[in-house]
């Protein structure tokens, strides 16, 4: 195998790998979000990987009294629509911590942040 070959292989193979990683570090203030049960990551679009498109999204959430978000949207946009897009209809599905039924809305902040870890997959040739 050449050095070419090997070289190939290797950014091949690292594409077999988790591509691009977002997350929403737990919150350490009271009043913002807390999963549970853990929720899914929101997927990363493949034409902002492409582009390299990476940022944080505040979106804010107004949740029901068992924890449903009831609205959803971009607090503070990371710059691109695709990533804001993600965030919020990742957002729209998650399971918050109920909250107490006395009336009052609760809104929560959610950071979710896209960025590339790894090259995207290169096709491989014969």
Known sequence: MTHWQI???????????????CSAPPSTQPGEWAPNPPNPNAPYP????????????????RTSPDGKPMAVEV????????????????VRKWQFKPTPDDGSVVWREVPIRFFITTPPPQPTLN
């Open 7 to 21: 070289g190939r292989a290797l950014v091949a193979g690292a594409g077999l790998v988790l591509s691009a990683a």
């Open 46 to 61: 493949a034409e902002s990987r492409e582009n390299n498109e990476q940022g944080t999204v505040i979106v804010r959430a």
């Open 75 to 90: 607090k503070q946009s990371s710059g691109y629509p695709r990533l804001d897009r993600s965030a919020v209809d990742t």
